[in-house]
């Protein structure tokens, strides 16, 4: 079960990622609040240092809403619904009803506007083990041979990745892990296989291919994950 929605950010020169924000939901509403790697954006990255200098970025703080803020919002069906709505397939999520959360969840709620993303707190299950959902980053950058040998692929094949964050199978590379994914990879064992497998002549080339992920330890337990002490009290 997703619990809660995190933002991460990728500065645009160094390529380095970081989670900033956190959005759960409480009898009050939609509480949205920065965690602490918004401060290690701040310290490396000359853009986030501006936003945070025009007090675009008050990691201080704590936004209460009734309705999903938009900076979330604006990443979810409720946003685009005629073109969302038609990606649930490729996401492996039903049609009705629409979850806009479990979409964004899925989708990573990326952007060619900018560097946000979005990935999602879950609960785990039944043996304890957590499970995401995928796609690999700059898939549409590949090759049409790449592209054809993922559609070779079979449902369950089991994908490798390095500590660079680069996944793929054999010695071919099918794109690169999300951001809290590479971020896992050095401290965590997790385990990824094929979900689905999205036709090329979809037009849709960021969703043909889907991954499950299983994570064995409780993740985003590190101090950049976590809220700030001052939000806490709030």
Known sequence: MITGLFMGWTDPISKAWYPIQKMSKNADGYRTCYVNGVFDAIDASPNMRLLFEKKLIKPLEVKITKEIPS???QRM???RPEDSVKELQFLNLPKHPIDPIAYVARSGGYSITDGYDIFPEVTADANGDYHFYFSPRNITKL???????IDKLS????LEFDRMGYLYHGSTILGRLPGYLA????GRPIEIEVAKINSQTSGHYCYHLLCHTTVKIKPFTESNYQVLESAVAR
């Open 71 to 73: 900076v979330f919002a």
């Open 77 to 79: 069906p409720i946003a």
């Open 143 to 149: 090759g049409v041979s790449i592209h054809e040998y």
């Open 183 to 186: 971020n896992m990879v050095g």
């Open 155 to 158: 449902i369950g094949t089991i």
